[in-house]
C-alpha cells in the first residue's frame, strides 16, 4: 500500500489550492481515505474523510472538520485511484503539512489513529 500526496504550495489567503492522493496497492472498494494537516508546534488534525465506495449506505460518504466545512471539498476518482482535496478560501491558518491516510474499512473518520497508511505529506502555506 502506497499513498502519495501533492499539489501543495505557496498561494494568498483567499486562493485557492488541490492537493491529490495518488493510491496504488489497494481499492476505495475497502478503503476509506482521509487528508490530516500538522501546523509547527501542533498536534495533527483530521481535516477531511471519504468513506469507501462499498454501495453500502454510507458508501462514499464525506466528513470536514468545522473550520473547513464550506470551504473544502473532498473528492475521489475510483478509476484512477486518486482522491483529491480542493481548498477554497483559504486562511493563514489552513498553513500545514497535509497528509492523505488511508484505512481498511467502510466508514471513514477524522481520528489519526484509525489509519494504518499513510503519504508523506504537502506543505500548503497560505500567507497573509
Known amino acids: 500500500v502506497q499513498l502519495q500526496a501533492s499539489g501543495g504550495g505557496l498561494v494568498q489567503a483567499g486562493g485557492s489550492l488541490r492537493l491529490s492522493c495518488a493510491a496504488s496497492?489497494?481499492?476505495?472498494?475497502?478503503?476509506?481515505i482521509a487528508w490530516f494537516r500538522q501546523a509547527p508546534g501542533k498536534e495533527r488534525e483530521g481535516v477531511s474523510c471519504i468513506s469507501s465506495n462499498d454501495g453500502s449506505v454510507t458508501s462514499g460518504n464525506t466528513y470536514y472538520t468545522d473550520s473547513v466545512n464550506g470551504r473544502f471539498i473532498i473528492s475521489s476518482d475510483n478509476a484512477k485511484n486518486m482522491v483529491y482535496l480542493q481548498m477554497n478560501s483559504l486562511k493563514p491558518e489552513d498553513t500545514a503539512v497535509y497528509y492523505c491516510?488511508?484505512?481498511?474499512?467502510?466508514?471513514?473518520?477524522?481520528?489519526?489513529?484509525?489509519?494504518?497508511?499513510w503519504g508523506q505529506g504537502t506543505q500548503v502555506t497560505v500567507s497573509s
Open positions: 496497492g489497494f481499492t476505495f472498494d475497502d478503503h476509506s
Open positions: 491516510a488511508a484505512d481498511k474499512s467502510p466508514v471513514c473518520g477524522l481520528r489519526a489513529r484509525k489509519y494504518d497508511y
